[in-house]
């Protein structure tokens, strides 16, 4: 019994379409079936005088035409399917995404190069839908910015404080979170009384490329001496070795580290708003995607995923 189509048909077919003109491995699986790949789409094509299925990747696609039909109009019908999948595959390109290396608790680099934290799980919820995957970039924090504005990337997130300067730079989409520091001291110190005076003619260390050095001044403290560091956990290691006196760092970070050093440096004072909450940098002349990125936000603080990330990631601390 012959086979229910011409190999050659389906090879003139993909002739005219230069992404589908690999045609390779046909084999013949019974008398009424035969399998062949299209390799340069990574796709495997059966068809049957029953059935006729194609796979690409995790993406399954089973037709039950009547047996009455040609086959040679399935598979034209097919190609034409496999064109529309690879076309919506290039029009909705990876999300470049920079984030610090590590600032828990919204960003987490743990083993393999992934990325955890209330920030990256935010950020996954608005791929899934821009129908994008997210690709993440570690850098250190002070560059999150420049990435963005130089287009090395799509969008920078990491904790990052919306303020009147940053925004003649870059947009930011709506916060998502409010924006407020706090204060970590050793456990001696923050044995002591707080008052604002304590932090007077102290060594207060902060992270390259944040806000911090401008709140400092606005809250009148008398004499600091500020010293910069690459990155927050350079920061957290120059208050437990005695570097510094004190560090000013994002509210949840300081008890986030309080917990993680067993109180050995313990969150001071209250925390201290500043700026206009925490935002998601877009590149200025990037409208659609700022717009589409607000609009899932919407959305997202209204979801049980919110619910579930703020509860992981944020409710302790």
Known sequence: ?????????????????????????????????????????????????????????????????PQVLIMKKIALFLICLLMIISRSYAVNPP??????????????QGAN???????????????????????????SFDKLLDAVINKK??????????TADRAQLVNFSSPYLPSRSRFVATSKLAAEKYTPTLLDNKKIGIQKGTIFSDQIKSINI????????DSEEDTISALTNAEV??????APAALYWQNYTSNTIQAIGTPLPFGFGFGIVINREDTPLLQA??????????????????NTYLQTF
């Open 245 to 250: 006196d004190l560090i000013l760092i994002d």
């Open 113 to 139: 190069n992934q990325f955890y934290g209330f920030d990256i799980a935010m950020m996954e919820f608005i791929c899934t839908h821009l129908d994008r995957d997210c690709q993440f970039y570690p850098m």
């Open 95 to 108: 999300l470049r995404i920079a984030v610090s290396h590590y600032m828990p608790p919204f960003v987490i």
């Open 222 to 229: 008398k004499n600091p001496t500020i010293t910069y560091f």
């Open 293 to 310: 990125v607000n609009a899932i936000l919407v959305l997202y603080e209204k979801s049980d995923d919110f619910k579930k990330n703020y």
């Open 1 to 65: 019994m012959s086979l229910p189509y011409k190999s050659e048909d389906l090879s003139e077919t993909c002739s005219r379409y230069p992404q589908l003109a690999s045609v390779s491995g046909q084999n013949s699986i019974d008398n009424n079936t035969v399998a062949f790949k299209l390799p340069s789409l990574r796709l495997l094509v059966f068809y049957s005088k029953s059935k006729s299925s194609l796979a690409k990747d995790n993406i399954l696609i089973t037709l039950n035409p």
């Open 153 to 162: 990337v799509d969008v920078a997130v990491s904790s990052i404080t919306i």
